[in-house]
């Protein structure tokens, strides 16, 4: 059967990780968050973690090759599975290159790039709302959620058009409640 390889899209707050829980629950796929990924080897102190929390704690981006190497040794990890949503990944040309050349080698490509929109003033707000509860040194300070706005549009959203090319890019609207939007992606991924 193909598998159901999806990229979640969209900028800081618009709800991949949210939305992620629900659509690996019902179709029994694997999660890939690189955030995810770099937050546990911050929490183990590794030395990966302690380079990539200075770069974290600002709102840019890490190094292409350490969240790459990071994503090829969880697909490793789990070659049976049904499919993965990435979320968080790829955030750069040079990541999604490499994606397609792991996953098209082996006839597993992605399917659909399904993005989320927000607009930005509802992501701050989200962002900071979380910042009160949720210990990442990124939510806090509103400077640096705007410097995690300016690399998504500088380096991620372009992606758009690399996946648009493939025919594989959907936008969605991103407000509403959890379970609209829900609804929304189970339709796309029809
Ligand atoms: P990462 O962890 O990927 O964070 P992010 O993309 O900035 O986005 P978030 O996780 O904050 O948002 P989300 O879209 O998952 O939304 P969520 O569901 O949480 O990356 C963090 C950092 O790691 C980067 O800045 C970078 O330094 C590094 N990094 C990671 N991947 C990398 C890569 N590939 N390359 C290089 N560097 C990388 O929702 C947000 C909030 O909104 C929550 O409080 C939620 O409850 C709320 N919410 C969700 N849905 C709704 C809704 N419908 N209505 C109202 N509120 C909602
Ligand atoms: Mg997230």
């Not at 994503?71 to 789990?78: D, F, G, T, V």
């Not at 659909?112 to 900071?128: F, H, Q, Y």
Request: net charge neutral; proline share 4%; glycine share 12%.
């Amino acid at each position: 059967m193909k598998k159901l390889n999806i990229v979640l899209f969209g900028p800081p707050g618009a709800g991949k990780g949210t939305q992620s829980t629900f659509l690996i629950e019902r179709y029994g796929l694997v999660h890939l968050s690189t955030g995810d990924l770099l937050r546990a080897e911050i929490k183990a102190e590794s030395p990966l973690g302690i380079q990539a929390k200075e770069l974290m704690d600002q709102g840019d981006l890490v190094p292409d090759e350490v969240v790459i190497g990071m994503i090829r040794n969880k697909m490793e990890a789990h070659l049976d599975a049904k499919g993965f949503i990435f979320d968080g990944f790829p955030r750069t040309k040079a990541q999604a290159e490499a994606l397609d050349g792991m996953l098209n080698g082996k006839g597993e490509p992605i399917v659909a790039m399904l993005a989320l929109e927000v607009p930005e003033k509802e992501l701050v707000k989200r962002l900071i709302g979380r910042g009160a509860t949720s210990g990442r040194a990124d939510d806090k300070d509103e400077a640096v959620i705007s410097n995690r706005i300016r690399e998504y549009e500088a380096k991620t959203a372009p992606l758009k058009d690399y996946y648009g090319a493939q025919g594989k890019y959907k936008a969605l609207d991103g407000v509403g409640t959890v379970e609209d939007i829900t609804a929304r992606l189970v339709k796309a991924i029809g």
